[in-house]
């Protein structure tokens, strides 16, 4: 290990404010156990390093550029390996729902099926509802049925 090792975290690693994050620094030579910290720097609020595993997790809680170095001993404690890491946050991107079709006319009772596109985000699902009536799990609207009254004289 002698101030050698194989990091699995690239140089510069672009994550989002608040993604889950999860990774496993590796090391080569030496002897395990290993004990992993933070040397200089600060990993980004809400990442965490395990002094024991080597794992950097958990979710960034801000934006920014994040320089840190990692220092890994062996179990003798004469060899270290030590290594400079930069983690960028940024926002994440707006997460876009396109329903289609956007407007439309229906008579009483008829049916309409709905889509929704999804974009910018690992969450595809849509939790569909509607103003009048009913509207099912799958997007199918049924249009309410108007009741004509007829009026005596």
């Keep these: 290990m002698s101030r050698?090792?194989?990091?699995?975290?690239?140089?510069?690693?672009?994550?989002?404010l608040g993604s889950l994050y999860n990774t496993v620094i590796e090391v080569s030579g030496g002897s395990s156990?290993?004990?992993f910290s933070v040397r200089s720097g600060k990993l980004p609020p809400g990442l965490g390093l395990n002094s024991k595993t080597g794992t950097?997790?958990?979710?960034?809680?801000?934006?920014?550029?994040?320089?840190?170095?990692?220092?890994?001993?062996?179990?003798?404690?004469?060899?270290?390996?030590?290594h400079r890491f930069l983690i960028s946050v940024n926002r994440p991107?707006?997460?876009?729902?396109?329903?289609?079709?956007?407007?439309?006319?229906?008579?009483?009772?008829?049916?309409?099926?709905?889509?929704?596109?999804?974009?910018?985000?690992?969450?595809?699902?849509?939790?569909?509802?509607?103003?009048?009536?009913?509207?099912?799990?799958a997007g199918l609207f049924i249009a309410p049925k108007r009741m004509l009254r007829s009026r005596s004289r």
């Design 4 to 16: 050698r090792r194989s990091p699995s975290l690239p140089r510069c690693r672009l994550l989002t």
């Design 33 to 35: 156990p290993y004990n």
């Design 56 to 82: 950097v997790s958990g979710s960034p809680k801000a934006t920014g550029k994040f320089l840190f170095v990692i220092s890994v001993v062996d179990r003798s404690g004469r060899n270290e390996g030590i």
């Design 93 to 137: 991107t707006a997460t876009l729902v396109r329903v289609s079709p956007a407007a439309l006319t229906l008579a009483s009772g008829a049916t309409q099926q709905f889509t929704a596109v999804v974009s910018n985000s690992s969450n595809h699902s849509v939790e569909w509802s509607a103003s009048a009536d009913t509207v099912s799990s």
